[in-house]
């Protein structure tokens, strides 16, 4: 809601679509991205079509489409981060930790196709290019025994059992010979500390032993980096780089303040830092 140049109050309706309105001296909009509107991410990126989401159902960029509409500006609003590791049918986010941990990835061919530690944008670039878009997490039962998470994946039926390597190979579909040529090269490499395929630096788990598990896994709609253009002091700006009375934004809203790439963390980083500037900011200026 305008009022003299400035904006005034909310517009809204409840879960059973009766209209209310909120009056204020001035407004923070905290209303976060849009990953979870299938429609606005192809608007900015027709490349992402048919992508599945890591996002809860309420990031649907409403906060962006209603600032918009009183002259908001946007920035990097084409920059929507993919995670590499989600369930292919509920678009269920796998921790990085895993990978972390120890685990590797295959292609639907049973061979290792990256390096399983670098940056999502890459790793989700590089699983995009294997066969049905899909590629495999590869862990053991030791990985399980120290990881809740992984166990966790394992109780909730993410994950296919084998005891030994074939097993796993015929359980999941994989040529049973060449997975285990490639977990038998991927020990040596652990043990030599040496990914002589990859350049794997952090090589902890050897996977020598079963039995093993093995999770299906393709990019998913994780972040959006783009939103409101805001300055310093989280004031909303215009297209003319005016700032907009009354206005404030922060956190996932708002643009420009990962770039291209959001690195994981950084957004604890922004919703507090930038939520408290807004809350000073807005309270400081209240007429």
């Known amino acids: ?13 409840d879960k059973n679509m009766n209209p209310f309105t909120v009056t204020a001296k001035s407004i923070i909009l905290a209303t976060g991205g849009f990953g979870a509107n299938a429609e606005m991410v192809i608007e900015y990126n027709e490349n992402l079509e048919g992508f599945s989401t890591t996002n809860h159902a309420g990031a649907t960029g409403s906060g962006i489409v209603m600032a918009e509409e009183v002259g908001a500006d946007l920035v990097d609003i084409d920059q929507i981060q993919i995670h590499p590791t989600t369930d292919p049918e509920t678009g269920y986010l796998f921790t990085e930790g895993l990978r972390g941990d120890g685990a590797i990835l295959i292609n639907k061919e049973g061979k ?3 390096n399983e530690l670098l940056t999502r944008d890459v790793v989700s ?3 995009l290019a294997q066969t049905d878009k899909v590629a495999y997490l590869v862990v053991n039962q030791e990985m399980a025994d120290e990881n809740a998470s992984l166990a966790g994946y394992i109780e909730d039926g993410y994950a296919t059992k084998g005891e030994t390597i074939e097993s796993l190979g015929s359980e999941s579909g994989i040529d049973s010979s ?23 630096v952090h090589l902890t788990q050897t996977l020598e032993e079963g039995p093993y598990y093995i999770i299906p896994v393709t990019p998913g709609i994780h972040h959006t980096m783009g939103g409101l253009k805001i300055d310093t002091q989280t ?3 215009d297209k003319k780089g005016n700032t907009i009375k009354g206005l404030y934004a922060a956190g996932e809203v708002t643009g420009g303040v990962h770039g291209g790439n959001r690195i994981g963390g950084n957004a604890v980083a922004d919703i507090i830092v930038f939520g408290r500037i807004a809350g000073e900011t807005s309270a400081s200026e209240i007429e």
């Open 1 to 13: 809601m305008e009022k003299d140049g400035a904006i005034v109050g909310v517009k809204a309706t």
């Open 112 to 114: 290792r196709f990256t």
């Open 125 to 127: 670039k590089n699983i």
């Open 178 to 200: 060449t997975l285990a040529t490639t977990l038998k090269n991927y020990t040596k490499y652990v043990k030599n500390k040496k990914d002589e395929e990859f350049d794997r």
């Open 235 to 237: 004031h909303v700006l």
